[in-house]
Each structure stands twice: as structure tokens, then as C-alpha cells.
């Protein structure tokens, strides 16, 4: 049976680390032709070499994506240089770590917000005329955070919380062209999401506060993840724990807020 990303136009977001970096490599095992963008220049070029020697087809663009003049620009690299675009993954993002009473700026709610949900709102906007040409596949990476509330993550969950309700939508409008929309929602992965995360004061936190030790690999959550896109589904859940998690806030909602707040004491 054909790989469903053999030959597939995939721009991905974030891609310099952490589950970015992994769908990256995986993709590239997967001889898709790649964009790949990330703030950070440097280390985007090395995921982008890795990616080659792998034999994919790689346009590596360093790109903020918070602006709407940089996605439409990268949509429009991704297109003149690939002549098309099959597949979306929105996965840029960054976590804010801290409570909400202790905040010392609260644009830090601002600018977890716009990285989170309104960078991947712009994004797909320009995207969409050519997913659908392609009836192609969107992508967004959001978070099981973006189903329950989780404690020192509140702007972090808020903006999740946008990202699921933004693509959910979206799914609706986006039936009739063909064009498939899966969201996943990872539990704790390895990834370096955390000690980049902003702290009260803005600044990063420099640490990270979950054991990675008994955390899922970006790895495994990139396998899990394109084994969802592939088949086109509409919601890709990462472990146990997050699909007991899905019926428990309907059902017990006490008790998935009291199974959060041991998750953040035993750090995992």
C-alpha cells in the first residue's frame, strides 16, 4: 500500500525541536517534500540537513509566525517552490508556567495566545486555497491541556482550549471541499516545551519541572500522530490517561481535577 506522505507538499511549523522536529524526521523517512519553519535559524538548518540526509526535499524558512505577513509569506515560499501544498501541521507554540495570582505581566497571556491559537488561525487562512485545490490534510497540534484546565498552565490551557474549538469549527466548514482537519492532543511529551516557558516575570523558565524521564518521546508522539493524519481522523489522543480524561470531565469532573493535580505533583 502507497505512503499516504510519499511525494505530499507538507509545511510544518515549529520544526526545530521537540515533536516538530520528530513529525520533521519522520516525514522525511516518509519522502515527503518539506517546508519547515521555526524562529530560530540556526538550529532549523540542522533539523533541515538531518531531513536531507534522509533523502527528503527540504525548503527550510526561518519565519515568526505570530505575524500574518510572515505565514502568508511562507505560504507563498511554499507554493513557488513546491507548486502546491497537500498538508498543514500547525505545531509552533509556547507554554506559560506559572499561577495566575502570581503573574507580573499579564501580556504574557497576550503572547501565549497569539503563538498558540492566532499564528495557526493566520496560517491556515492563506493556506486553505491550496488545501483545497489539494483536498488535502490540516493539522493542528494542540494539547490535552486543551481539554481539561491544568494548574500553573492556565494561558497555556486557554489558548489550547481556542486551538480545539478553532479547528473543531473548521472541520464543519471544511467538509464540503474535501479537506480533512485532525487535532491532536498530546499528554506530557520530552520536549523542551517547558523549560522555554514563559514565567511570571516573561522571562524563560530554564528548568523543567516534569520528570522527561517517565514522559512520552517526541518520537512516539510523532508515530502516533501521522498514523492519525494519515487516516484522516479527526482527533488523535497520546495515552490512557488522556482518553479517560475526555469521558471523566462529562462524567466526573471532580475527580479529573483531583487526577491533573497528582499528575503535576508526581511530575508526570
Not at 498538508?87 to 503573574?103: C, I, K, P, T, Y
Request: aromatic residues 6%.
Amino acid at each position: 500500500m502507497p505512503d499516504p506522505f510519499a511525494g505530499q507538499v507538507v509545511l510544518l511549523t515549529g520544526a526545530s525541536a521537540g515533536i516538530g522536529k520528530a513529525v520533521s524526521l519522520a516525514l522525511a523517512q516518509r519522502r515527503a517534500r518539506l517546508v519547515l519553519a521555526a524562529r530560530g535559524e540556526e538550529r532549523l538548518e540542522k533539523v533541515a540537513a538531518e531531513c536531507r540526509a534522509r533523502g527528503a526535499e527540504v525548503l527550510a524558512v526561518a519565519a515568526d509566525v505570530t505575524s500574518q505577513e510572515a505565514c502568508q509569506s511562507l505560504v507563498g515560499k511554499t507554493v513557488a517552490h513546491f507548486g502546491r501544498l497537500d498538508v498543514l501541521v500547525n505545531n509552533a507554540g509556547r507554554a506559560m508556567w506559572s499561577r495566575f495570582d502570581e503573574l507580573a505581566e499579564l501580556s504574557i497571556l497576550e503572547d501565549v495566545m497569539r503563538l498558540n491559537y492566532l499564528a495557526s488561525a493566520y496560517l491556515t487562512y492563506y493556506a486553505l486555497p491550496y488545501l483545497k485545490e489539494s483536498k488535502g490534510r490540516l493539522v493542528a497540534l494542540a494539547s490535552i491541556a486543551g481539554m481539561t484546565g491544568v494548574p500553573m498552565l492556565s494561558g497555556y490551557s486557554a489558548s489550547k482550549h481556542a486551538v480545539m474549538g478553532f479547528f473543531e469549527s473548521l472541520r464543519i466548514e471544511l467538509e464540503p471541499f474535501g479537506v480533512s482537519v485532525t487535532i491532536v492532543a498530546p499528554d506530557w511529551v520530552q520536549s523542551e516545551i517547558l523549560d522555554r516557558s514563559l514565567d511570571p516575570q516573561g522571562g524563560e523558565l530554564g528548568y523543567r519541572p516534569m520528570d522527561q524521564t517517565r514522559l512520552m518521546t517526541a518520537e512516539r508522539c510523532a508515530e502516533l500522530t501521522l498514523r492519525g493524519v494519515a487516516k484522516r481522523q479527526r482527533l488523535v489522543l497520546t495515552s490512557g490517561r488522556s482518553k479517560n480524561l475526555r469521558w471523566g470531565k462529562l462524567l466526573v469532573p471532580g475527580l479529573v481535577d483531583r487526577m491533573v493535580q497528582a499528575a503535576l505533583r508526581r511530575g508526570r
